[in-house]
């Protein structure tokens, strides 16, 4: 209360120190006032203190919201703006160009960016936003057709984690009618992209590959996969146009709620524990501003924490529903971010782990889910050419900074913020796992055996 007081204090000279400042003596004004008006946090020598951060409409931006709304980015010295994008181009477009400072953004594209594919830039991710949060979503003609192909438990309920196996046979019908079968997903450096296609392959059903030439990945593909932006999946799958897709929330429960579509599968049981989104900034602008890349790291970091705590999700729903965050009822954001997710109308689950913000060290950067990312663009073609086994963690080292994230974190544990055991001792690599839906086993530090791995996909040689 009493830190309360003091910073309500403040306000006032604030206001008047601002109105007689200019530029940079406006950033200083801001900078020393946040330096007294906090005790706890240990306030960086803060080079930019007003910053612009982009979003898309999806609930995985919630460590910005948080981060803002609590007040974490003002403790650490920070005023930010957080401005709703259009599309996940528009973002990467405005964070390259400096129009936007940083940006929640799909863990594919600062990937992507550093790797050759699309857009090139020197972009860094200190700060992993979340695990999971993303379905798979199909219309209700659809499901009445999978459904049948589906195993039913005592209760006479589909059993999960529903296999593409069961959508095999739905996709032949719609082709022998003459139908080629279509479904949506983000973005082609997606999550949701990979997930979709891992999906479907691992069923034997080909999802379509990339070539220098053909950069729309339908290149002998069993499923047309296009993209289209999250706020519109629901719209174009109740128009017909695309008959399911992979979004993130809360544009799955949202058919759910609608009436027009039943999410069949989520990417916790495609990859369990997947990253998701990361925060992005240019590479020059951690160079520039370094402290300050340190304290954005700080805050999300303190938000992820926040939002992990199960008494603050009822909270952090509310916010989200906000016009100015994700702007969707309250109630659909609550069926995935309050423990639980909806599949068919009724059939409502227990999933305390599909939004996870915190736990499973899932804020820290690791080499080995970018090298994932990687994997997937090479299996796919949009990496165009065999690359040789250290090339991938290379790569990777330019592009995700657990430097950054580790001296965030050193800090927080200073101020008790955080425990010190919530720094994982690491060198960046995820022990190998098989926690996928076909099982396969994934070793970072293997990544050619592993894209030789799968019957569906391109095959490379090692490269010495």
């Known amino acids: 209360m009493k830190a309360l007081i003091k910073k309500s204090i403040l306000i006032v000279p604030l206001a008047i120190m601002l109105g007689s400042c200019g530029g940079k003596e406006k950033e200083k004004a801001v900078a020393e006032h946040v330096v007294e008006s906090t005790s706890k946090t240990k306030t960086l020598n803060i080079e930019k203190p007003q910053l612009t951060f982009g979003f898309i409409k999806l609930t995985d931006m919630a460590p910005l919201a948080i981060a803002k709304e609590k007040g974490f980015f003002e403790d650490e010295g920070l005023y930010v703006s957080v401005e709703a994008q259009s599309n996940w181009k528009n973002v990467l477009d405005r964070v390259i160009d400096g129009q936007l400072d940083g940006s929640h953004m799909l863990a594919g594209q600062p990937i992507a960016a550093g790797a050759g594919f699309g857009r090139q830039a020197e972009l860094v991710t200190p700060f992993s936003m979340d695990l999971n949060g993303n379905g798979i979503t199909v219309s209700n003609d659809v499901w009445s057709k999978m459904k049948p192909n589906v195993p039913k438990d005592s209760e006479g309920k589909p059993v999960h984690p529903i296999k593409a196996e ?115 900034m240019t590479k020059k602008f951690v160079e520039d501003n370094p402290n300050t890349a340190i304290a954005v790291t700080k805050a999300l970091i303190r938000a992820g924490k926040w939002l992990d705590e199960p008494s603050n999700r009822a909270e952090a729903v509310k916010i989200l529903s906000m016009s100015q965050y994700v702007g969707a009822d309250e109630a659909v954001i609550a069926n995935s971010m309050t423990g639980t997710f909806e599949f068919e109308k009724g059939d409502k689950r227990d999933m305390p782990d599909f939004n996870v913000f915190y736990k499973y060290n899932a804020t820290y950067p690791f080499y080995s889910d970018g090298v994932w990312f990687l994997t997937q663009m090479r299996r796919w073609g949009q990496i165009h050419e065999a690359k040789s086994a250290d090339w991938y963690g290379e790569t990777i080292k330019d592009i995700y900074r657990p430097d950054i994230w580790k001296k965030a974190a050193t800090l927080l544990v200073e101020e008790g913020q955080i425990p010190a055991e919530d720094i994982p001792a690491t060198d960046g690599y995820k022990p190998a796992t098989t926690d996928f839906i076909d099982g396969t086993v994934f070793d970072a530090k293997k990544p050619i055996e592993y894209i030789n791995s799968f019957s569906i996909g391109n095959k490379d040689q090692p490269i010495q």
């Open 166 to 280: 069961a959508l095999k046979p739905v996709i032949q019908e719609y082709r022998n009618s003459g139908k080629p079968f279509k479904m949506g997903m983000v973005f082609p450096v997606s999550t949701h992209n990979y997930e979709i296609r891992y999906w479907l392959a691992a069923a034997g059903i080909h999802p379509g590959m990339y070539t220098e030439e053909n950069v729309q990945g339908q290149i002998d593909a069993e499923v047309l996969l296009s993209v289209t932006p999250p706020p519109q999946m629901p719209a174009t799958l109740e128009a017909g146009t695309i008959y399911g897709y992979c979004v993130g929330e809360p544009w799955n429960q949202q058919a759910v709620f609608k009436g027009i579509g039943v999410p069949v599968v989520t990417n916790y049981d495609i990859w369990k524990n997947n990253p998701e989104k990361v925060f992005v």
